[in-house]
């Protein structure tokens, strides 16, 4: 039985109807929510497989895990869609975009899709275990989330492991606060495989030192408003594909995307009102 909590002098509450309402409730809150078992363990399987493949993939492209290294770019699998139609169906998990469409509305696009493979006690010397909100160097708050981020885990998320770690309600905050506060107020989070973290993109977080024998991988996700720019063009990695679907147009960014000229502009718009 739910322990009743009790108030007084209170006048005005927050009721969540339904479980959007409650993640909504959280995230505008806390920063963040995690939605359980929002992939399957088979899906959870193959997101494993296929993401290793297509890491090491990616290493025979650029010269292996040192040329990486020499950027910073190591133990990141970058835009897995483009290599595997599977993450697609990663990105578009509809209890995701249902909490995503709460804040950002209907028009958003995928700005980035990237795999984090967080190794056994290099973990936190990777960029990701540095404190960083997902829209990097940028020092602002607004009224409604300009991007979201979706990190789902394809591992389980916890203190052994190296799970995230986030400042609770720090969307909220321009100045990263200080050395003091973050040590009193970091908090992990705990999360099955399967699950995701969904979260402000401005929600300062890291991920933790993986003490266990094992990789902790996930897929982070970034869901912005149209006019921020994608961390690498999908319309331009996929060459046309998805462009005819009219919800993967937008969400992949193919309506969104500079035209080269002002001819170019007008014909795009003209050809909406079927005129071209």
Known sequence: MKQPVKTFGVKEFSRPASELEQHAEAIRLAGYTIIEGALTPS???????????????????????KTLDAINDSHTARC????????????RNRRVLEVVEAFLGDYFTLMLQNGVINIPATG??????????????????STRPVSMSALFCLDDFS???GGTRVLPASHKAEAFPSDEYVLLHETGVEAAAGSV????????????????????????????????????????????RYSD????????????????????????????????
């Open 159 to 161: 203190e052994e492991t």
């Open 245 to 276: 679907d009219a919800f993967l147009a937008k969400f992949l960014g193919y309506d969104s995307e500079p035209d080269c000229s002002v001819v170019e502009f007008r014909k795009r718009r003209l050809g909406r009102v079927g005129i071209v």
């Open 124 to 141: 936190d010397e990777q960029n990701a275990g540095s404190w960083h909100r997902d829209l990097n160097y940028q020092h602002f708050v």
């Open 80 to 91: 897995l869609l483009a290599y595997d139609d599977f993450f697609l169906g990663v990105a």
């Open 43 to 65: 899906e959870v399987e193959t997101a494993r497989a296929s993401m290793d493949r297509v890491y090491a993939e990616q290493l025979e492209e650029i010269g292996g895990e």
């Open 197 to 240: 973290m969904v979260f402000d993109s401005m929600l300062y977080h890291r991920s933790g030192h993986n003490r266990s024998t094992l990789p902790r991988r996930a897929i982070n996700h970034m869901y912005t408003i149209p006019f921020i720019k994608q961390q690498i063009s999908l319309p331009k990695i996929l060459k046309g």
